[in-house]
């Protein structure tokens, strides 16, 4: 599958934003799909997944603040991010996986949050 992600920009600390991943193909409901990030210096991190299940998991530093969703006749995986912190800025990419590792990535999509 294909990915690209949208729906980064700039936006001051306690405001929201909402992270799209649009997926090419017709086996989107067949994938895992996760959001990760990287802050400049920092190794990648996991956010947040939700399986093909709709189970989802995500990482301490977002619970209660992020939210992913999924809309599987739209091939779409979205991340709703609210009360974000400056910490929260980094490159996001979205991912999907069939097996253990996700195998497929989108482009990144800058997310900057001014303090």
């Known amino acids: 599958v294909q990915l690209q992600a949208s729906g980064g920009g700039l936006v001051q600390a306690g405001g929201s934003l909402r992270l799209s991943c649009a997926a090419s193909g017709r086996t989107f409901s067949s994938y895992d799909m996760g959001w990760f990030r990287q802050a400049p210096g920092k190794e990648r991190e996991f956010v947040a997944a939700?399986?093909?299940?709709?189970?989802?998991y995500y990482a301490d530093s977002v619970k209660g603040r992020f939210t992913i969703s999924r809309d599987n006749a739209k091939n779409t995986v979205y991340l709703e991010m609210n009360s974000l912190k400056p910490e929260d800025t980094a490159v996001y990419y979205c991912?999907?996986?069939?097996?253990?590792?996700?195998?497929?990535w989108g482009q990144g999509t800058q997310v900057t949050v001014s303090s």
């Open positions: 939700i399986r093909r299940s709709s189970t989802t």
């Open positions: 991912a999907g996986r069939v097996g253990i590792q996700y195998d497929s």
